[in-house]
Nanobody, 117 residues
Framework: QVQLVESGGGLVQAGGSLRLSCVAS????????MGWERQAPGKEREFVAG????????HYLDTVKGRFTVSRDNGKISVYLQMNSLKPEDTAVYYC??????????WGQGTQVTVSS
């Protein structure tokens, strides 16, 4: 089992920035990938950004490219999402995701991000 704990959500005005953090614990030795998904009210959950654990390759949702940056800390088994130039449409609950080589997939409890116009 892997446990994921997110932090860093909150309320920010459009154009502002937030940094989300996610710390993993438990069976993390075979982590393959970590990333972020989000779910806005009335919408399906969508991929936002991800990073491979070994090579550090990153992937982004087209609408966040150039504004969001995903990074990792292998020593702390943590993944981060720096969000700049936030827009009201970025408002959602953001979930940390971990995929292992087992393979298994885990999600955190989610953190609310609200962007006011």
């Amino acid at each position: 089992q892997v446990q994921l704990v997110e932090s860093g959500g909150g309320l920010v005005q459009a154009g502002g920035s937030l940094r989300l953090s996610c710390v993993a614990s438990g069976r993390t030795f075979d982590t393959m990938y970590m990333g972020w998904e989000r779910q806005a009210p009335g919408k399906e959950r969508e991929f936002v950004a991800g990073i491979s654990w070994s090579g550090g390759e990153t992937h982004y949702l087209d609408t966040v490219k150039g504004r969001f940056t995903v990074s990792r800390d292998n020593g702390k088994i943590s993944v981060y999402l720096q969000m700049n130039s936030l827009k009201p449409e970025d408002t959602a609950v953001y979930y940390c995701k971990c995929v292992t080589y087992s393979p298994s997939t885990y999600w955190g409890q989610g953190t609310q991000v609200t962007v006011s116009s």
